[in-house]
């Protein structure tokens, strides 16, 4: 057995060496599940009638008819039961705009499913909402729920426009442009599907010309917070015309200032596509440099998926380069390989030197984080910057610069601790309370950035075993207590950026254990006898993507190598001798390792519960590359007798 783990970690990293570029990058896919992405760029080419982008139309709606399912509807995760309303309805939308007939078969077999699944009214997806009003299928409330003057109030109110989250604020901005300019574009060479025969049904709304508060926007807020909002309506509306215009200017002013080199808001696909659509509404024609670079941008994240072409949320490089360079590390590449050098440079390269929102909380204000993306200079986040740390810190000795910036990611990190001991993604203590009132579905995974178990357990991984503090440091006991307070009482921990709670309790458990925690502890024991119960017989594990919906475990119907490879690596770092489990995860993911199926290809990171997953191309490669040069390196002279006395 010891010669097949050999044989499998040995081919992984002929594969990851063979497939580095030549900057010393990994470039993988960071392919998300639905169609989000695509839908909307489709549909905004042709809404705003933009030429000269055809080609990527075309290559988008094959991927979109390609992930149809055969009951006519679209799903954000393979085993979502009946279908998803929101992206169906996108996907019909997108097809439409990119010159589907209503009688092609598939088309009517989406349109059932639309009606079958309780039409329009069932959307829950706030970016499904806003295309629809922006088609002219949804009426816009006279008041949006959110009132564009959040963006004057200043910081010192108790609710502002910075006590969301970062990633909400770059999607907000534009959204509340267009909820106060109440735009509704149109091609005049498309129809409108509500007046073609059979098809009124699909999109019928609720007008709130009244000044009423539209609930099918907000339908989830209760009684009492509807009616503050209604009040502000009442104040809003009648604001002086010079009021309105300022918050309108600060919205664009905060746009402008974040949009990046290559034309992108912040990096990210759909807060980019929501911007054009503002910058539209502003006055600003089509082919306005801004908005011309901005669709630039975007047609540089497609990537070949499936038949078509997939609009990426953003790009996945840095931290695939910082994660793989780190897994080849611990495989047994030297930190003077070429490879691991180039990478190192690359790595280098990226960490940001701009001073970001994320400093508004900071007990500090020097730069030192790293981002997800390469084009991400000014969003840098906890968990890329402890990647990107354990890539470079061995390479303190060998390339002159990486001794300082280590030192810089350190202070950043540390810097960036919340008050209640863990680590959030992108900003300080940015979790406020009234945030909850807020009428935006999925306002709490996404409006805010709170302390999470993933996020604080990589940290502590990060700063245990790379480097070198232990839970006897006062901050380190904040973030240990943080994650005991955090566990579930059945044992695991729920992960919020990937799914879900196998993946929080890996995080959690190598954590703990890389900060001194006693194997024997309570909390360690409750969780690992949770991961014994979760193992599938196969030896293998799986979770479906629904756990983030229900917030509690959903077992998937089969294995994944990407979950089996955390569950792993979690039972490693906490056991000093291999058990059964460990035993048969190792053989499940060297019998598994490579065969393309469900196993590899389930989507396995998680953005926004019900709304948005993703499959990481690189996942299915370094995490079990990992997981397996963890267990060699502390159990390999024991996998062969054991494994002989099982056979």
């Known amino acids: 057995m010891k010669e097949r783990i050999d044989a499998c970690i040995d081919s992984l990293v002929d594969r990851l060496l063979d497939e580095q570029q030549e900057d010393g990058a990994w470039r993988y896919r960071f392919v998300e599940s639905g169609m989000m992405t695509d839908c909307h760029f489709v549909v905004m080419i042709s809404l705003l009638g933009i030429t000269g982008r055809a080609e990527e139309v075309r290559k988008l709606a094959k991927r ?54 309780g039409g329009a009214k069932r959307v829950n997806s706030l970016m499904t909402k ?117 918050a309108l200017d600060k919205a664009e002013s905060y746009m402008r200032e974040r949009i990046e080199a290559d034309g992108t808001l912040y990096s990210y696909a759909s807060s980019t596509i929501f911007m054009v659509y503002a910058l539209v509404s502003l006055g600003y024609d089509q082919d306005d440099p801004l908005i011309r670079q901005a669709i630039d941008g975007l047609v540089t994240f497609f990537v070949p998926d499936g038949h078509g072409h997939h609009l990426q949320t953003t790009t996945s490089t840095v ?74 810190e061995p390479l303190r000795g060998t390339i002159h610069e990486a001794g300082d910036a280590a030192d810089r990611g350190l202070n950043w990190l540390l810097g960036m601790q919340n008050s209640d001991g863990g680590w959030g993604a992108f900003e300080r203590n940015n979790n406020h309370p009234l945030i909850k009132w807020i009428p935006l579905e999925g306002a709490d995974a996404a409006a805010t950035d709170p302390s999470c178990a993933d996020l604080t357990g990589r940290a502590l991984e990060y700063l245990g075993n790379t480097a070198g503090f232990t839970n006897q440091l006062p901050f380190v006991q904040r973030a240990v207590q943080w994650l005991h307070n955090d566990q579930k009482p059945d044992g695991p921990w729920y992960g919020r950026w990937g799914v879900c709670f196998i993946y929080g309790t890996w995080a959690a458990l190598t954590g703990l254990a ?123 002279k024991l996998f062969p007798e054991i494994l002989e006395n099982d056979a």
């Open 64 to 117: 979109i008819r390609g992930r149809q399912d055969q009951d006519g509807a679209w799903r954000v995760y393979p085993d979502e039961k009946e279908g998803n309303i929101s992206a169906t309805i996108e996907g019909v939308l997108a097809l439409f705009h990119a010159g589907d007939s209503l009688d092609a078969p598939h088309m009517r077999q989406a349109l059932h499913a639309i009606e079958r699944l």
């Open 130 to 246: 806003f295309l629809l009003a922006l088609a002219g299928y949804k009426s816009w409330p006279a008041f949006f729920p959110i009132p564009l003057a959040l963006l004057l109030l200043p910081q010192s109110s108790p609710l502002h426009f910075f006590r969301f989250s970062g990633y909400a604020r770059v999607h907000m901005a534009p959204m509340l442009v267009l909820g106060e300019r109440k735009p509704r574009f149109a091609n005049p060479n498309v129809p409108q599907l509500e007046s073609l025969k059979g098809s009124r049904w699909l999109f019928a709304s609720t007008s709130a010309d009244d000044g009423a508060i539209d609930e099918s926007w907000s339908a989830h807020l209760p009684r009492g917070p509807l009616d503050t909002l209604q009040e502000w309506a009442s104040a809003w509306i009648h604001a002086p015309k010079m009021l309105k215009q300022r």
């Open 319 to 392: 931290w695939d380069t910082a994660l793989i360079s780190h897994a080849l590390q611990d495989a047994g590449v030297g930190h003077t390989h070429p490879a691991i050098m180039k990478a190192g440079r690359y790595v280098l390269g990226k960490q940001h030197n701009r001073v970001g929102d994320w400093a508004l909380e900071a007990e500090h204000d020097i730069p030192g984080g790293w981002g997800f993306s390469h084009i991400n200079t000014i969003n840098p986040d906890i968990d890329d910057t402890t990647a990107s740390l354990r890539a470079i």
């Open 514 to 636: 890389a900060v001194g925690e006693k194997h024997d502890h309570p909390a360690i024991r409750k969780a690992v006898q949770w991961l014994l119960k979760i193992q599938r017989p196969d030896g293998g594990f799986g979770e479906s993507c629904s756990s983030d919906i229900a917030m509690a475990y959903e077992p998937l119907n089969h294995s994944t190598i990407v979950q089996t490879a955390w569950a792993l690596d979690a039972l490693t770092a906490v056991h000093d001798k291999p058990n059964e489990a460990i035993m048969r995860a190792t053989e499940w993911i060297v019998a598994n390792q490579g065969r393309p199926s469900a196993h590899a290809d389930y989507p396995t990171g998680a953005a926004l519960p019900g709304h948005v997953y993703s499959r990481y191309e690189s996942y299915p490669i370094h995490w079990p590359l990992l997981a397996l040069s963890h267990a060699r390196r502390k159990f390999g």
